[in-house]
Nanobody, 116 residues
């Protein structure tokens, strides 16, 4: 069972920045995809960004140009650098790892609050 632990959430004013981190409890040797999701109150969970083992990335349209996902395989950690934050970015952000072919693990989530 892989444990995923997020950190770095908090409160910030609109236009500010935050960096989220998510560390896996063990080194994953198989192909995997690390993702960040978010869920705002009353809304469904949505994919924010993902990064594959080889480094290819995907971003949701609503964060393109503002957020950057990266990974450090030596530290079993994925990051989400969030710039130019907007009030609508307020949500609980959770990391996820999908270990090919189908094992998936979630972190507990970290709150991000952006005030106007």
């Amino acid at each position: 069972q892989v444990q995923m632990v997020e950190s770095g959430g908090g409160s910030v004013q609109a236009g500010g920045s935050l960096r989220l981190s998510c560390a896996a409890s063990e080194t994953i040797h198989r192909l995997n995809v690390l993702s960040w999701y978010r869920q705002a109150p009353g809304k469904q969970r949505e994919l924010v960004a993902r990064i594959a083992s080889g480094g290819s990335t995907y971003y949701a349209d609503f964060v393109k140009g503002r957020f950057t996902i990266s990974r450090d395989n030596t530290k079993n950690t994925v990051y989400l650098q969030m710039n130019s934050l907007k009030p609508e970015d307020t949500a609980v952000y959770s990391c996820n790892i999908l270990v090919v072919p189908r094992d998936t693990y979630w972190g507990q989530g970290t709150q991000v609050t952006v005030s106007s």
